[in-house]
């Protein structure tokens, strides 16, 4: 499944009670802070009501396929 990235760009102090746990739910506590979701209907759907107060990108897909490897004992 794809992931979308996340990020709140403006405050929810002046939002909706309601708004503000919708930014809580998709776990962003503080100003320019970045999560990374699956991308799935109840994701989209939060977005959409808080899209005024969060900016979405697509995540890179280089990033999943990222491996990690680890040296051998004569490269040590």
């Not at 989209?44 to 900016?55: P, W, Y």
Request: glycine share 2%.
């Amino acid at each position: 499944m794809a992931k979308i990235k996340i990020t709140l760009s403006k405050s929810p102090i002046n939002a909706q009670p309601r708004q503000r746990k919708v930014v809580q739910a998709l776990g962003l506590r503080k100003m320019h802070q970045t999560v990374e979701l699956e991308d799935t209907p109840a994701t989209r759907g939060a977005i959409a009501k808080v899209s005024h107060l969060v900016t979405v990108s697509e995540a890179e897909a280089a990033e999943e396929n990222k491996k990690r490897t680890v040296p051998s004992e004569s490269e040590a």
